[in-house]
Each structure stands twice: as structure tokens, then as C-alpha cells.
T-cell receptor
Framework: GAVVSQHPSRVICKSGTSVKIECRSLDFQATTMFWYRQFPKQSLMLMATSNEGSKATYEQGVEKDKFLINHASLTLSTLTVTSAHPEDSSFYIC??????????????FGQGTRLTVV | QKEVEQNSGPLSVPEGAIASLNCTYSDRGSQSFFWYRQYSGKSPELIMSIYSNGDKEDGRFTAQLNKASQYVSLLIRDSQPSDSATYLCAVKTSYDKVIFGPGTSLSVIP
């Protein structure tokens, strides 16, 4: 399958600081990338959908000013958690859909980022 | 009603047995269905995708889809201890979002 690279895999930051997470599609162009959050023993919750060159679409209850998403190119999307607080500690996962394979195709996941805010 | 539902488990089966995982969804217009496996602390990995009614087999895995009943299942034959993980059902809805179920925890007992 296609490769999606996500960095960093683990980050610890102080409360009040911002953290940027990168998601790259390495061998395909991704028109759409998805950002998920997963709390322990819970399923993936979709946070937002980003399309290259346009603003992200956020799910209900997700603060767009806190979780800044940028999808400036067909191979890179970033999620910035601004003014992080301990309750933002979670596993953040990105996924990307291959433009060439059409809308019916499954999305491929990055390795995930474990964020801990202290 | 949640969009994608699964039995949370845990489901325990002996090694070599068939594990059966079930999933229902609410959006009747959904067209694409996926099963992912997730080990603790890791990102999900795709096992199967299915788009048409009926069965789809890939090695020890068989996905079954019944759109009329809004039901998807995954069968794992000859279960191995390495299959112990959480299995996530995902549905691409008619509004083009991939929604995940809560996952079913599977434990294969040697």
C-alpha cells in the first residue's frame, strides 16, 4: 500500500506551548487528508478533513482556532495544536487518500503522534 | 444512533478457531467499507476493503457485506495469537467521510 509518514512519533510539551505535527504522503499525491484523535481505549474520532489548497472542514466540537490545519501541497498536511493543555494529550493520526485511485479508495494511515502535555 | 457500531468485546477464541467480527452502520448511502487492525499504541493498518454485496476473501480473512441490512462482518480463519488486536470497522459515508466504529478487541488464546 501507499506510504504515509507522520512526524514526530512522540512529543512532550509544556502546557501553553504549541506543537506541530506533519503528515506526508511519500509515494502518491493526496488531495484529501484526514486528522483523527484517539484517546486510550477509544476509537478514532475524526477531527477535520483537509483538501489541498482550501480550508479544512472541522467536525462538530473541534475548535478550528486551537487545531490549525494546513494542506499547502499534495504531499504535506500539518496539524498545529496551539496553546496545548493536558487534556489535549492524545494519539493523533493522519490519513491520506490517493488522488489517482478515486474516491472509493481506502485512506492510508501515518504512524501516529503520541502527544503528552505536562 | 451512532454511525458505526461494533461489539466492543473482548472476544476470545482459541488458536485455530474462526473469529467473527460484526459491524453495523446507519448511513444507507455508504458505499465503501474497511476493516483495520490496530495493535496497542500503533496506528491502524488496513486488512480488507469491500464495496459490493457478498463475500471477499484474502488469505485467512473474509469480509462480508450486506447493504440491505447495513451490515459488514470480518471472519478470521485459523486464528493465531498474533491476530490478537483491536479490529476497527470503518465506513466511507455518503458525505465522503470515513467514520470508525469503536472497535472490537480480539484475544486469541494459545
Amino acid at each position: 500500500g501507499a506510504v504515509v509518514s507522520q512526524h514526530p512519533s512522540r512529543v512532550i510539551c509544556k502546557s501553553g506551548t504549541s506543537v506541530k505535527i506533519e503528515c506526508r504522503s511519500l509515494d502518491f499525491q493526496a488531495t484529501t487528508m484526514f486528522w483523527y484523535r484517539q484517546f486510550p481505549k477509544q476509537s478514532l474520532m475524526l477531527m477535520a478533513t483537509s483538501n489541498e489548497g482550501s480550508k479544512a472542514t472541522y467536525e462538530q466540537g473541534v475548535e478550528k482556532d486551537k487545531f490549525l490545519i494546513n494542506h499547502a501541497s499534495l504531499t504535506l498536511s500539518t496539524l498545529t495544536v496551539t496553546s496545548a493543555h493536558p487534556e489535549d494529550s492524545s494519539f493523533y493520526i493522519c490519513s491520506a487518500r490517493d488522488r489517482e485511485q478515486g474516491k472509493g479508495t481506502e485512506a492510508f494511515f501515518g504512524q501516529g503522534t503520541r502527544l503528552t502535555v505536562v | 444512533q451512532k454511525e458505526v457500531e461494533q461489539n466492543s468485546g473482548p472476544l476470545s477464541v482459541p488458536e485455530g478457531a474462526i473469529a467473527s467480527l460484526n459491524c453495523t452502520y446507519s448511513d444507507r448511502g455508504s458505499q465503501s467499507f474497511f476493516w483495520y487492525r490496530q495493535y496497542s499504541g500503533k496506528s491502524p493498518e488496513l486488512i480488507m476493503s469491500i464495496y459490493s454485496n457478498g463475500d471477499k476473501e484474502d488469505g485467512r480473512f473474509t469480509a462480508q457485506l450486506n447493504k440491505a441490512s447495513q451490515y459488514v462482518s470480518l471472519l478470521i480463519r485459523d486464528s493465531q495469537p498474533s491476530d490478537s488486536a483491536t479490529y476497527l470497522c470503518a465506513v466511507k459515508t455518503s458525505y465522503d467521510k470515513v467514520i470508525f466504529g469503536p472497535g472490537t478487541s480480539l484475544s486469541v488464546i494459545p
